[in-house]
Nanobody, 127 residues
Framework: QVQLVESGGGLVQAGGSLRLSCAAS????????MGWFRQAPGKEREFVVVISRTGSSTYYADSVKGRFTISRDNAKNMVYLQMNSLKPEDTAVYYCAAGPEYCSGYGCYEPDLYPYWGQGTQVTVSS
């Protein structure tokens, strides 16, 4: 069992930056790939990025590649999402998710692969 709590969301102007944090609890945290997803009003939840168990591999959605950076600190049970050059279309609730134990590329995109989710944090980017 893994519990996840996100923080760091807020209101920012276009072109600005935010750093999201995800605090994980549970002894098996390091056994999972960790991902960030987002959901805008009226839209389906979409994949943003995932990081492997050791942090050696990452996969980004094309829409955020080059602007967002994921990292994890297994000693602190933390996952981070640094978001730069934010755009109004990045406005959404951002969710931290744990699982699967392995995935690769597009195979990581499916939300059903992630059994554990946080409550989400709102990110609003004004134009």
């Amino acid at each position: 069992q893994v519990q996840l709590v996100e923080s760091g969301g807020g209101l920012v102007q276009a072109g600005g930056s935010l750093r999201l944090s995800c605090a994980a609890s549970g002894r098996t945290y390091s056994a999972y790939f960790m991902g960030w997803f987002r959901q805008a009003p009226g839209k389906e939840r979409e994949f943003v990025v995932v990081i492997s168990r050791t942090g050696s591999s990452t996969y980004y959605a094309d829409s955020v590649k080059g602007r967002f950076t994921i990292s994890r600190d297994n000693a602190k049970n933390m996952v981070y999402l640094q978001m730069n050059s934010l755009k109004p279309e990045d406005t959404a609730v951002y969710y931290c998710a744990a699982g699967p134990e392995y995935c690769s590329g597009y195979g990581c995109y499916e939300p059903d692969l992630y059994p554990y989710w946080g409550q989400g944090t709102q990110v609003t980017v004004s134009s």
